[in-house]
């Protein structure tokens, strides 16, 4: 059973920077894709980033691309995205995901908040 869990949200201000961290286990499959989606309020959840737990290339929503970067740490067991010059429009729920064919798994969230 895979199960994530993500830290290293919080309160931050617009041009700040901040690293999320998504603590990863079951993880018996390096074919995952690993990614970072994100939910505001009111708004549907949409995709940040994603990159395979093997390696290779990132993908990035075009809102991100520059300012986020995407990476894993498989010795660690740990998805991280790092996040520069944050805007007001990045605040949601940041969610790791996990997923393998028909197979998807969410952790529980954490909250980023960019003040103007």
């Known amino acids: 059973q895979v199960q994530l869990q993500e830290s290293g949200g919080g309160l931050v201000q617009a041009g700040g920077s901040l690293r999320l961290s998504c603590a990863a286990s079951?993880?018996?499959?390096?074919?995952?894709?690993m990614g970072w989606f994100r939910q505001a309020p009111g708004k549907e959840r949409e995709f940040v980033a994603a990159?395979?737990?093997?390696?290779?290339?990132?993908n990035y929503a075009d809102s991100v691309k520059g300012r986020f970067t995407i990476s894993r740490d498989n010795a660690q067991d740990t998805l991280y995205l790092q996040m520069i010059n944050l805007k007001p429009e990045d605040t949601a729920v940041y969610y790791c995901?996990?997923?393998?064919?028909?197979?998807?798994?969410w952790g529980q969230g954490t909250q980023v908040t960019v003040s103007s």
């Open positions: 995901n996990a997923q393998l064919g028909r197979l998807r798994y």
């Open positions: 079951g993880l018996s499959n390096s074919n995952y894709l």
């Open positions: 990159i395979y737990w093997s390696g290779g290339s990132a």
